[in-house]
Nanobody, 121 residues
Framework: QKYLVESEGGLVQAGDSLRLSCAAS????????MGWYRQAPGKARELVAD???????NYLDSVKGRFTISRDNVKNAVSLQMNSLNPEDTAVYYC???????????????WGQGTQVAVSS
């Protein structure tokens, strides 16, 4: 069994910072891409940022320069540092990881339980 456990989000004010963390555990051979998604009420889930095992990153345009994604391949963990938060960042944030259980298996997507981030103006 594999699962992703996310840290708690929170309620912050505009301009504040918040850091989200997520760790994968269970039977893991390797993890390819790890990332953070978010879903605001009434909107589709969107990719916020992701990072490859080699450290290549990709960001949603609206968070570039404010958010930074990082990962620890030894701990199978990924973090999202969010600075200069604004009300438009309010959403449930989900961690995702592409996990291979063995060297021969395909990588499957696993999701965290989601954590609420609310930014007040």
């Amino acid at each position: 069994q594999k699962y992703l456990v996310e840290s708690e989000g929170g309620l912050v004010q505009a301009g504040d910072s918040l850091r989200l963390s997520c760790a994968a555990s269970g039977s893991i051979f390797s993890i390819n891409v790890m990332g953070w998604y978010r879903q605001a009420p009434g909107k589709a889930r969107e990719l916020v940022a992701d990072i490859t095992r080699d450290g290549n990153t990709n960001y949603l345009d609206s968070v570039k320069g404010r958010f930074t994604i990082s990962r620890d391949n030894v701990k199978n963990a990924v973090s999202l540092q969010m600075n200069s938060l604004n009300p438009e960042d309010t959403a449930v944030y989900y961690c995702k990881a592409e996990i291979k259980q063995t060297s021969r298996s395909y990588a499957l997507n696993y999701w965290g339980q989601g954590t609420q981030v609310a930014v007040s103006s």
